[in-house]
């Protein structure tokens, strides 16, 4: 019986064979873990082809990360289940305002209830509100979007995605999130007593980043013979 002992982040099927997508910090993190604790790392899915409330430990079986700066790795697992996620060939440059979704594993909505696990879903839903090119924020950069929402810890390696009817097309891997907070005004009064109340006006900077698939194009993980896209 396998136990879960710690959540690192999420991931999705892209082929009902067991080829899984996440971000590559994750399986970094998770292998690193397990390697200092004697343990192993897998995927968690659900039972019956998915269908089913039961929770299955598939462990990992091979896994390689795409080429840096790309935060995006595959691996393969023994889980098997239907999967509507494709992934995208359209490039990055054709997606502004474009509606997209996340679904992720967010550490935070995971418990333990009379020793069983309850691992839920969270879903994101904005938009691409930014193309981030290669050197845009002064260091190496893949293709990857600015989206108009944030993600919880937990939520890296979740697919950002179309929703096109029978199918999710895949643009690419929620990787981080950034908040930033800028103070544009401070009123200070002082009272008769000597009091001072201080006032701040505040700008919140929150946004969401992905790395996008087509940033894969033509790269052949170790454990397979042909290029993901």
């Not at 430990?57 to 790309?70: F, G, H, K, N, Y």
Request: glycine share 8%; net charge negative; with cysteine.
């Amino acid at each position: 019986m396998a136990h879960i002992h710690r959540l690192f982040g999420s991931a999705f099927l892209i082929r009902p064979d067991g080829l899984v997508m996440t971000a590559a910090h994750v399986l970094k993190d998770a292998f690193a873990s397990a390697a200092e604790n004697n343990q192993k790392v897998a995927f968690v899915g659900k039972d019956e082809n998915g269908q089913a409330e039961k929770n299955v430990v598939a462990e990992i079986t091979a896994w390689d990360c795409a080429p840096e700066p790309i935060d995006i790795a595959v691996a393969i697992s023994i889980y098997q289940s239907k999967t509507t996620y494709k992934l995208s060939k359209k490039t990055y440059d054709t997606l502004l305002w474009r509606d997209v979704a996340s679904i992720g594993y967010p550490i935070n909505a995971w418990s333990i209830v009379d020793k069983k696990h309850r691992i839920n879903l969270r879903c994101h839903k904005g938009y691409v509100q930014r193309h981030i090119a290669s050197g845009d924020l002064g260091r190496p950069t893949p293709e990857s979007f600015e989206l108009s929402f944030l993600g919880s810890r937990g939520m890296s390696g979740a697919p950002v995605f179309l929703y096109q009817g029978d199918h999710d097309e895949v643009l690419g891997v929620f990787v981080g999130a950034f908040r930033s907070e800028i103070v544009e005004e401070v009123l200070e009064e002082i009272t008769e007593g000597s009091k001072t109340y201080t006032e701040k006006r505040v700008k919140v900077d929150e946004y969401g980043i992905a790395h996008a698939i087509s940033a894969l194009r033509g790269w052949v993980p170790s454990f397979m013979v042909d290029a993901l896209i």
